[in-house]
Structures are given as structure tokens and as C-alpha cells.
């Protein structure tokens, strides 16, 4: 790897100040899995000038709980995090999740900002620069998008218009699910905004002198039945190729409420409103999972491999309605 | 060019490496540590201990795992000079290093023959070790899951999972 200069920030507020010293030329490092394999096949066109390691501020992890909200410090490693009698008790679809997320050896060090944060793993974007040099994509500021004529197997379905890479964050989808929130530190001050407004088609919201420092989750209704199912190629230490988190509230059979969340088709986790709202007032059966699966997938323009994609999104999403 | 911010940082780090007290200095010299050395790079390069594999060194393959404060990670995906004060353990730590004698888990692997090439060996014997420590007696759902992240391209995991388990059998009954 090429070096960089290594600063150890001890709290949030010199972070940012760095991170604005920097002016873009320095890059945040938490759990390093993502960042690191990003620096050592040279995929950005711009090297780092400097690290700054996050870990090393004290207030940024553990999980805590007042009445309403249970809150997850962005430094909190995922291990901890599923181990957590709070998520277990409340938000068993993000436990889920994050036992999906890579291999243990790296739940032992990610955290829960780095997964929410780390870069797309579009194949073209993540081309190694010692391969015959760095794919210049559109995403990195180039014209095209290799991918919309090329090998599109595991990218966008939906809400894609110039670049067509997914967001691989799986906490990401079961956040988006439990309604969660995620706040920024930076320069001018802290904003709180949902986590499935964090990114944007080529990247994420945040300034080049923010962070991540929290995620608040509301505490989900005890009734509200949880789920989420990732489909990968292989079990461990893969992406997902589809994955879908639902929380649905039955009254008498009859569901009251009903969020379903894609992940993988789009550029952010997509929330499947119009399933939501056919889904509230009916009966949860075979037939209006089914329905509700269709109408999740309406909107959807796949590219010329990734049809496939369609149609394990309707059925885990039936699968994950049903808590099959 | 901006000024650069003046902070500087830790111009010496310690890392405890199998009980071994080691002091680095940071820099881009010869016997230096480079703020961009990777873990796995320090123990192999640095301090000689090239049981620990490099493989993929992207973080997929699991060869080159140890132990930081007991808990199993992957070497390659860590900055030494993060690992500053952290307590490591490599497949060299394991077993009693005055008698020469081997850990139990690493006899039951020649026991159950629990590999063919040997390549990916250390980073499973490492990430058994980490379950081991903490769960001493494991279901065999519970082994393939803590070694989940650890391949093998000659296939021993069946072997592998014999030998984990009889290790675990054969523990103190402490």
C-alpha cells in the first residue's frame, strides 16, 4: 500500500477539524475493512494524503436505550452490536443483518458507520489499478457507465439513471426498515436524517468534513413481526444480491402496518411504499404477499443481465411477509 | 498546498505479538514501521513470523488470521500502527514455546490429517482457537459458523470440523 500520513483523532470535533485541514485529501478510517481494500488496489484517482483513525474516540460506541429510541453509537463493532441484548430484544431484523455481514473475522473489527458508509462494490468501480490501470467510471468522474453495456449481473434494477452500482450495506436496508436515523458531525454543526436519505446515485450525503456518530432507532411496536432475508451467491463473506427486510403488525390476521425495504437493486435501500400501503388493512395470505411482492417490484428497469434479479426480489419479499 | 495539520503522533508503538513485548518505530526507513503496514505485513516482514499467510490480502480468504485481545481478525486488513498496545497471538503462540510441545488443536489437526496443502491451515487453526477460548464446547453448526470465513481450495473443511470437535472433547474439563 502507499503510505499516508497516520493521525489518531481523539474526539469528534478534531476529526472534523482535520477532515477540514484536508480539504477532501484525507479519508476517515473506523473498522478499515472496506477502506483498506479500497487504498490497496487504487481504485479512486485520488490517494489519500492522510488517515485519520476514528477509533481511537472514546464517546462513538455502545448501544443505549431511553423510552422511545434505542441509540447505536457509529464505532460500535458489529460483533458487539449482534451481541447486544438491546438489538436481540428490539430489532432482531438488524441482528439478522449484521450475522449476514462478511465473515466473523471482520464483524470483529467493522463497525456499524463503516458498513453504513463503505463504497459501492460495483466491479468496475473496484477494478485494481495494477490490472491494466483504474476503470475512470462515472462515478469516479468519467462519461459512462461500463456497466450499462457490460457485465451488469449484480447491478441496479431500479432508480438508476448514469450510474448503475447498488448500495452493499445490508444494516443499511434493516435501518431503513426500523425507520432509523443517522447523525452527522461536521463543520457546521450536527444533522439527524433518515438513513435511507444518506445516499445519493454516486455516493453518500456527507460533506468532505462530516461523520457519522449515530443511529437512533425508534422502538419498534413488540407486536410488529420482523424480518430480513439477503441472497448471496455463497453463505459467508458475500454481498447481497438481493436482500429485503419487512416489519409488519397483524391484528387478527389483519395487517395494520407494513414497511418493506429492497436492498441491493438500487442505489440506496428502496422502501416498496405502494406494497406498504396495499398490504394495510388486508389479510396477510399466499395471494396478497404475492400481490404485494408484484407491486414492490413495479418500478423496476433491468439491465440486460440482471433480470434475474427481479425475481428473487419478489420472492423473498413474499418469503419475508410471510416469515417463511 | 494548505498547511498540514502539526499534530504529531505516535512516533513509537508497542504491540504485545505471543507474549513478546515489541517497540516500532514509525517511519519510511529501513527497520521502520510504515503508517501503511499492514499487520499481517509487520509479523510476517518485520518480525519474521511468517506462519501467518497472506493470501488474497483483501480480506476474503481468512488465511491470515489471528488473534487481537482473543478475538479472531484478519491480519491484512489492519494498520500495525492501529494495533498499538493490543495483545496478538499467531500460530506461533500457540502450544508451549519452553517445551516445543503443540497445542491440543493443532495435534488433533494431524490427528484428523485436517488439511492437504496447508496454505489456509494457520488462519483456521487461529479462528478455531478464537471459538475454542470462548465457547469450549461448540455444536458443529456453532464450528462451521466461527470458520466461516476461512477457505480452503483443497476442501478439508470436513476434516477440519472432525478435528475441531474432538479438540474440544479431548478439553480440561475445567
Known amino acids: ?153 449484480y447491478h441496479a434494477i431500479m432508480g438508476a439513471k448514469k450510474c448503475f452500482a447498488v448500495s452493499p450495506s445490508d444494516t443499511a436496508v434493516a435501518l431503513t426498515a426500523l425507520d432509523a436515523t443517522v447523525t452527522l ?140 | 498546498m494548505t498547511s498540514m495539520p502539526e499534530k504529531t503522533t505516535h512516533s513509537i508503538i508497542t504491540l504485545t505479538v505471543n507474549g513478546d513485548e515489541h517497540a516500532f518505530i514509525l517511519g519510511e526507513g529501513a527497520h521502520q514501521v510504515s503508517p501503511s503496514h499492514t499487520l499481517a505485513h509487520t509479523l510476517r516482514e518485520t518480525l519474521g513470523l511468517t506462519g501467518t499467510k497472506i493470501s488474497c490480502d483483501r480480506g476474503a480468504c481468512g488465511c491470515c488470521t489471528v488473534l487481537m485481545d482473543g478475538k479472531a481478525v484478519l491480519s491484512c486488513m489492519l494498520l500495525t500502527v492501529e494495533c498499538a498496545g493490543k495483545q496478538i497471538t499467531t500460530i506461533e503462540g500457540l502450544g508451549d514455546p519452553a517445551t516445543g510441545a503443540i497445542d491440543r488443536l493443532q495435534q488433533s489437526f494431524i490427528d484428523h490429517t485436517a488439511f492437504q496443502c496447508g496454505f489456509c491451515t494457520p488462519g483456521i487453526i487461529m479462528s478455531a482457537k478464537a471459538l475454542l477460548n470462548q465457547n469450549p464446547s461448540p455444536t458443529r453448526e456453532e464450528v462451521q459458523a466461527a470458520l466461516a470465513g476461512n477457505f480452503c481450495r483443497c476442501i478439508s473443511h470436513y476434516h477440519v470440523l472432525d478435528a475441531v470437535l474432538d479438540a474440544a472433547q479431548k478439553g480440561d474439563p475445567e
Open chain 1, 1 to 153: 500500500m502507499k503510505t499516508f500520513t497516520h493521525i489518531n483523532a481523539d474526539s469528534v470535533a478534531e476529526a472534523v477539524k482535520l477532515l477540514a485541514q484536508y480539504q477532501g485529501r484525507a479519508k476517515l478510517n473506523a473498522g478499515g475493512t472496506d477502506l483498506l481494500g479500497v487504498l490497496k488496489d487504487r481504485i479512486l484517482p485520488d490517494y489519500p494524503e492522510a488517515l485519520i483513525n476514528i477509533k481511537t474516540i472514546p464517546e462513538l460506541s455502545g448501544v443505549a436505550e431511553d423510552e422511545k429510541t434505542i441509540t447505536i453509537g457509529a464505532l460500535t463493532i458489529l460483533a458487539d452490536l449482534s451481541a447486544a441484548p438491546l438489538i436481540e430484544k428490539y430489532c432482531p431484523l438488524l441482528k439478522e443483518a449484521v450475522d449476514t455481514v462478511a465473515a466473523p473475522q471482520i464483524r470483529n473489527v467493522a463497525t456499524i458507520g463503516g458498513n453504513l458508509c463503505q463504497d459501492t462494490r460495483c466491479w468496475y468501480y473496484r477494478y485494481p489499478d495494477e490490472i491494466g490501470g483504474m476503470i475512470q467510471c462515472l462515478r469516479k468522474g468519467g462519461k459512462t457507465c461500463p456497466a450499462v453495456v457490460g457485465e451488469n449481473q
Open chain 1, 185 to 324: 458531525a461536521g463543520g457546521s454543526g450536527t444533522r439527524t436524517l433518515p438513513v435511507e436519505e444518506l445516499y445519493t446515485p454516486l455516493g453518500n450525503v456527507l460533506n468532505p468534513d462530516e461523520l457519522v456518530t449515530a443511529i437512533y432507532i425508534p422502538k419498534p411496536a413488540p407486536a410488529a413481526k420482523q424480518n430480513f432475508i439477503k441472497f448471496t451467491l455463497r453463505k459467508p463473506i458475500d454481498f447481497a444480491i438481493v436482500s429485503v427486510a419487512s416489519l409488519t403488525t397483524l391484528e387478527q390476521g389483519i395487517c395494520t402496518a407494513a414497511r418493506i425495504v429492497l436492498g441491493a437493486v438500487a442505489y440506496t435501500p428502496v422502501r416498496a411504499r405502494e406494497a406498504e400501503k396495499f398490504l394495510t388493512g388486508k389479510e396477510l395470505t399466499e395471494e396478497t404477499a404475492s400481490e404485494a411482492a408484484e407491486l414492490a417490484l413495479a418500478g423496476a428497469k433491468p439491465l440486460a443481465k440482471n433480470a434475474y434479479k427481479l425475481e428473487i426480489a419478489k420472492t423473498l419479499v413474499k418469503r419475508a411477509l410471510l416469515g417463511q
